[in-house]
Nanobody, 116 residues
Framework: QVQLVESGGGLVQPGGSLRLSCAASASIFRYDNMGWYRQAPGKERELVADIAWIGRTNYYAGSVTGRFTISRDNAKNTVYLQMNSLKPEDTAVYYC?????????WGQGTQVTVSS
């Protein structure tokens, strides 16, 4: 069974950085577009960024363009999200999934809190 496990979240001050990781349990990850999503309290889950299996970035949300970078290592079945210049409005639970997402792949996510 394919599973996705997110890690790397935490509490960071505004302007700080975090690097999120998402490890897949099977190589099915290798041939799919992968995305990072986030859900803030009281808001819908939104796509933050996605990347093609060949490593080409397909999309960044306007609110993170220039601050976040998505990347992947197919040999390690892992996708990353480097987040710089974090803002309080980036506070959310961050998830990875295929893009478009599969309902059976949503994991627990990793909490990112940006606060002074």
């Amino acid at each position: 069974q394919v599973q996705l496990v997110e890690s790397g979240g935490g509490l960071v001050q505004p302007g700080g950085s975090l690097r999120l990781s998402c490890a897949a349990s099977a190589s099915i990850f290798r041939y799919d577009n992968m995305g990072w999503y986030r859900q803030a309290p009281g808001k819908e889950r939104e796509l933050v960024a996605d990347i093609a299996w060949i490593g080409r970035t397909n999309y960044y949300a306007g609110s993170v363009t220039g601050r976040f970078t998505i990347s992947r290592d197919n040999a390690k079945n892992t996708v990353y999200l480097q987040m710089n210049s974090l803002k309080p409005e980036d506070t959310a639970v961050y998830y990875c999934n295929q893009q478009p997402p599969r309902n059976d792949l949503w994991g627990q996510g990793t909490q990112v809190t940006v606060s002074s």
